[in-house]
């Protein structure tokens, strides 16, 4: 979920294109696709090492054993809500 209108997320792909972070591919009827292309692979592959870092700084703080169990209250809280979060844990 972007909370992005169609025009706007058309108008974001156009860039990402623009940049050759993506490709436009061709899906089912008249849908178009959007694919990562090696170079957007490499940036997301770069941006998810930074979130690793931020991630790691930010809960340092804390035991293994209390990030396990901070994990652990937030799964719950996104999966068990009322609605269920569709996060990817």
């Excluded at 108008?11 to 940049?19: E, K, N, P």
């Excluded at 940036?43 to 790691?56: A, C, M, N, R, T």
């Excluded at 054993?65 to 609605?83: A, M, N, W």
Aim: net charge positive; glycine share 10%.
């Amino acid at each position: 979920m972007t909370f992005q209108t169609d025009q706007s997320f058309g108008a974001l792909a156009s860039r990402l294109v623009g940049r050759g972070l993506i490709e436009r591919v061709a899906g089912p009827g008249r849908a178009i696709r959007h694919r990562l292309t090696a170079k957007g692979e490499a940036s997301l592959s770069k941006g998810y090492q930074v979130i690793d870092d931020v991630f790691e700084s930010s809960f340092a703080p804390l035991t293994r054993r209390q990030r396990e169990e901070l994990y652990s209250l937030v799964s719950r809280v996104l999966t068990e809500g009322d609605p269920p979060q569709n996060v990817g844990l």
